[in-house]
């Protein structure tokens, strides 16, 4: 099948899905109302096969140093199936499954799939990465931009993490982990029980984004949108808390945003 946009619907609820724009959600509406940051880069996109950052570019895999470009300099950042065209596996009314298959600059072959399933009152993400040669350290994670007012009403974030990872002045963990602060974030905090976090526009619309994943990214610096990235490791994470994708053995993960009218 081709790349070209899905729209999926269910209920009230409209998901426009990009194959063609690294397979990432263009938009949510509920009710008619745009949840979502609009525009090419925004939206929804997939974190794999690394989540936020890494240091200079470069993880190490056994003996073997590897070398990422370095679109957030001095850092490589967010992966590269985000800026690559997938392919649509299949699409019904209310569910499509995209795939990728990882390439150059990832020095690994494998595939990526991501299944994209809208009910009325949600909307559940599940990715996989499989491979069939080499295993290979990989992350898997979403990138959300959530609107920050929805019709004029503002955000509210709540979630209740064990820890927060300290962040140093290059962006990155450093290895502690620390209270949680108060915002402005642009941070990873830990809950191992699982993601559990609520946005809350008053009189208007809760939203939870939940997922077994024990690390979230939540990043409020911006006017326009705020994100919560559940994900499967830290950032660095190729580095500090690597997860094998084996023959045997691929990595999934599932995070599920569950919406309701207030």
């Known amino acids: ?30 009710g008619g109302t745009e949840l979502l940051r609009q525009g090419e880069r925004y939206g929804c996109f997939p974190m794999v096969p690394w989540c936020g950052r890494i240091r200079e570019g470069r993880f190490r895999d056994g003996a073997v140093v590897h070398q990422m470009p370095l679109n957030s300099p001095p850092h490589a950042i967010h992966g590269t199936a ?3 065209a997938w392919r649509t596996a299949r ?19 494998g595939r ?12 559940t993400l599940t990715m996989s990465v499989e491979t069939y040669e080499s295993s290979f350290p990989a992350q898997i994670g979403w990138h959300p931009w959530f609107n920050r007012t929805l019709d004029g009403t503002g955000v509210e974030i709540a979630f209740d993490p064990a820890w927060q990872d300290e962040r140093g002045d290059d962006h990155l963990p450093t290895g502690n982990r620390i209270d949680p602060k108060p915002g402005p974030w642009d941070d990873c905090f830990g809950m191992p029980d699982g993601v559990d976090v ?3 526009w008053p009189e208007r619309l809760e939203l939870k984004v939940t997922s077994r994943e024990e690390w979230v990214v939540v990043y409020d610096e911006q006017e326009a949108a705020v ?3 559940p994900q499967t490791g830290p950032p660095d994470g190729l580095n500090t808390l690597p997860r ?9 993960a599932t995070t599920t945003w569950r919406w309701t009218r207030l």
């Open 91 to 109: 699409a019904t009314a209310d569910e499509a499954v995209l795939t990728y298959d990882l390439t150059d600059p990832w020095p690994y072959s």
């Open 227 to 229: 994100c919560v990235e």
């Open 198 to 200: 609520t946005l809350t």
């Open 82 to 84: 985000r800026d690559a």
């Open 244 to 252: 094998l994708v084996t023959p045997l053995e691929p990595l999934e």
């Open 1 to 30: 099948m081709s790349n070209e946009p899905i729209t999926l619907t269910a209920g009230d609820a409209e998901v426009t899905v990009l194959p063609g724009n690294g397979g990432r959600i263009g938009g949510l509406r509920v």
């Open 112 to 123: 990526v799939t991501q299944v994209i399933a809208l009910t009325g009152d949600a909307l």
